[in-house]
């Protein structure tokens, strides 16, 4: 992107250079002309060609929020089974045990939501229409018109990040992620959505199968230092052709943390209180942070979001 941006401004610069050149020699004037009109033309053709490709400079306009993936109606395994790995150093006991689950088809996005498509959610529609009322268990406030409260107005200009639009959307609670969704018609995935859209129906501990090696999604291990273009990673590809879900950024999801049936496990955190984030990060370790089958509880409250955080919409196929 950046060379488009350095090409575009070296051309500009060529066609100021040629036109301050310009002497009284007939014939110098007439090469000087020319050599302006090539670059000019140059200069249109290339600007043709980026905007072909989506491409209209500063921080680019690529907008990947309309790309859904169909995921079939039908059982998949969901969690982990004994010989997976050891638990509780390559998994959760809270992943335990794992179960066949049916799911009716639904929609989820092929990437995680970027800056731009974000980025027109926070602008959005006038104040009067950001309308937020009192409400439910554990969450201050509920979206009822898409948009932002005069509270929550900040974030027009806050956590909106200055990267390119293409970049996935990173430092979102979960609140101003459910209300993106809502904002454009969709709804968070469940957490058995998120993993059947991951992993598929045969049980695989990673979107491309059952081996992890550095560089094939953005973990730690990669030092890639930050989130980066949502498909960049090939190999972090589910069956069903979804993105990203191995790294990048961890992915929140509409499930309350609770224990899998059959599991005797008892902890403070089950219940009400903390949603479940799924997938990997490129700040924390491939193990046990990048198997589809890990769970990560987390408070669903205004203030709290990260830099490791981000989301990708669902909705129902029918």
Avoid at 77 to 103: A, H, T
Avoid at 187 to 202: C, F, M, Q, V
Avoid at 296 to 304: A, F, H
């Amino acid at each position: 992107m950046n060379i488009k941006i350095r090409r575009q401004k070296t051309e500009d610069r060529k066609q100021t250079s040629c036109l301050h050149s310009l002497k009284p020699a007939a014939t110098h004037c007439s090469l000087l002309i020319a050599h302006c009109f090539l670059s000019l033309t140059l200069t249109l053709t290339l600007l043709l060609v980026f905007a072909s490709l989506g491409w209209t400079g500063g921080g680019g306009s690529y907008n990947k929020r309309s790309e859904m993936v169909l995921i079939p109606e039908g059982k998949f395994l969901m969690g982990s089974k004994e010989g997976d790995g050891r638990v509780g150093i390559d998994m959760g006991v809270d992943e335990l045990p794992q179960r066949e689950v049916y799911l009716k088809s639904f929609y989820i996005d092929k990437y995680e939501v970027t800056v731009g498509a974000y980025r027109k959610f926070a602008k959005g529609p006038g104040e009067e229409e950001r309308k937020f009322a009192k409400g439910t268990v554990n969450s201050p406030s509920i979206l009822l018109i898409g948009g932002l409260t005069g509270e929550r107005a900040r974030m027009k200009k806050m956590r909106v990040p200055i990267a390119d639009d293409d970049f996935p959307m990173a430092d979102v609670s979960y609140m101003e992620a459910e209300a993106y969704c809502k904002s454009i018609g969709k709804r968070l995935p469940t957490e058995e959505e998120w993993e059947k859209a991951a992993r598929g129906s045969d049980g695989r501990i990673w979107p491309w199968g059952n081996k992890f090696e550095t560089g094939m999604a953005n973990t730690i291990e990669s030092k890639e230092n930050g989130a980066v273009q949502g498909g960049s990673f090939t190999a972090d590809i589910s069956p069903y052709d979804v993105y990203d879900m191995a790294g990048n950024l961890m992915e929140w999801t509409s499930s309350w943390y609770e224990s899998y049936p059959g599991s005797k496990l008892e902890r403070p955190q089950f219940g009400k209180g903390y949603r479940v984030m799924k997938g990997g990060t490129w700040s924390a370790p491939s193990i046990p942070f990048s198997r589809v089958a890990h769970r990560y509880p987390v408070k669903p409250t205004e203030n709290n979001h990260s830099h490791r955080y981000g989301f990708r919409c669902a909705k129902d196929a029918g």
